[in-house]
């Protein structure tokens, strides 16, 4: 009845949920990081950074993932939210 977590298609809805709480995981630990540090909060920037993050969150969904490959990727997610070209620090 239900499918191997690893045999899920790039359509599943499983998939599109896992990816879409990653990439707002990561997008929400940057806006609070930011208002934490005394900037502040701007939606369209927030907005950006989930959609920047959804494709590759969905690409590495096609298996579960261990706590040990899912903190670098929230790291490296981090990095690139940073360096995002609508980012002013």
């Known amino acids: 009845m239900w499918k191997d977590l690893a045999t ?6 499983v ?3 896992r990816a879409a709480s990653f990439a ?3 997008a929400v630990l940057a806006t609070l990081g930011h208002l934490a540090g005394g900037g502040s909060f701007d939606s369209a920037a927030a907005l950006g950074g989930f959609l ?5 969150a969905l690409a ?3 298996r579960e993932r ?3 490959s899912i903190l670098p990727a ?3 997610s981090q990095v690139i939210l940073h360096c ?6």
């Open 15 to 17: 998939r599109w949920v």
């Open 52 to 56: 920047l993050l959804l494709p590759p």
């Open 84 to 89: 995002a070209p609508w980012c002013d620090s």
């Open 66 to 68: 261990t706590l040990a």
């Open 60 to 62: 590495l969904t096609g």
């Open 24 to 26: 707002a995981t990561c």
């Open 8 to 13: 899920m298609g790039p359509f599943s809805v």
């Open 74 to 76: 929230t790291a490296a």
